[in-house]
Antibody, heavy 113, light 112 residues
Framework: EVQLVESGGGLVQPGGSLRLSCAASGFTFSDHWMNWVRQAPGKGLEWVANIKDDGSKQYYVDSVKGRFTISRDNAKNSLFLQMNSLRAEDTAVYYC??????WGQGTLVTVSS | DVVMTQSPLSLPVTLGQPASISCRSSQSLVHSDGNTYLNWFQQRPGQSPRRLIYNVSNRDSGVPDRFSGSGSGTDFTLKISRVEAEDVGVYYCLQTTHWPFTFGPGTKVDFK
């Protein structure tokens, strides 16, 4: 069974940093593009970043470029999102997704003083 | 960026009756490889999104056949042939042809 389990969310002050992790199981992790998608409370979905199967390419939505870094460790079946210079508007549930067809349960990031 | 619009944004439905959601993109979603990467998602209250349809009209495994997708170019439609109680939620279209991938604003489906 495919499983994606996010962790690392929490409360952080504006300007702070947080690192999200996603543990993958039930499939060959190194065969798939992986993604982070977020959803602000009561709002719609926003595709944040994705990374190629071998980690050689990464893409970011403009609103997080220069602040967020997506990475992966194929040996440990893990996906990461390093978030720096966090802003109130980054407050959201962050989902890890394999392609667009498998999603985790999400982890909540709250940026507030 | 490709802007995705959906209509209606709120859809009151009746059990057993059909329902339809429209999704339009600001530019063609036909990829250089010939495929059209338009997806439909369902998000039930308190749950993660679940993909229902990929590449315009292909149902994901386990998705009931009352859900169908159609369209081309910039105009797409999700249809539910007979609404069931479990279909309540928000439906999103997503294009993955052009980066950044973009979602529509969502259509809330609820009972009258």
């Amino acid at each position: 069974e495919v499983q994606l389990v996010e962790s690392g969310g929490g409360l952080v002050q504006p300007g702070g940093s947080l690192r999200l992790s996603c543990a993958a199981s039930g499939f060959t992790f190194s065969d798939h593009w992986m993604n982070w998608v977020r959803q602000a409370p009561g709002k719609g979905l926003e595709w944040v970043a994705n990374i190629k199967d071998d980690g050689s390419k990464q893409y970011y939505v403009d609103s997080v470029k220069g602040r967020f870094t997506i990475s992966r460790d194929n040996a440990k079946n893990s996906l990461f999102l390093q978030m720096n210079s966090l802003r109130a508007e980054d407050t959201a549930v962050y989902y890890c997704a394999r392609g667009s067809n498998c999603w985790g349960q999400g982890t909540l990031v709250t940026v507030s003083s | 960026d490709v802007v995705m619009t959906q209509s209606p944004l709120s859809l009151p439905v009746t059990l057993g009756q059909p329902a339809s959601i429209s999704c339009r993109s600001s530019q063609s979603l036909v990829h250089s490889d010939g495929n059209t990467y338009l997806n439909w998602f369902q998000q039930r209250p308190g749950q993660s999104p679940r993909r229902l349809i990929y590449n315009v009209s292909n149902r994901d495994s386990g998705v009931p056949d009352r859900f169908s997708g159609s369209g081309s170019g910039t105009d797409f439609t999700l249809k539910i042939s007979r609404v069931e109680a479990e279909d309540v939620g928000v439906y999103y279209c997503l294009q993955t042809t052009h980066w950044p991938f973009t979602f529509g604003p969502g259509t809330k489906v609820d009972f009258k």
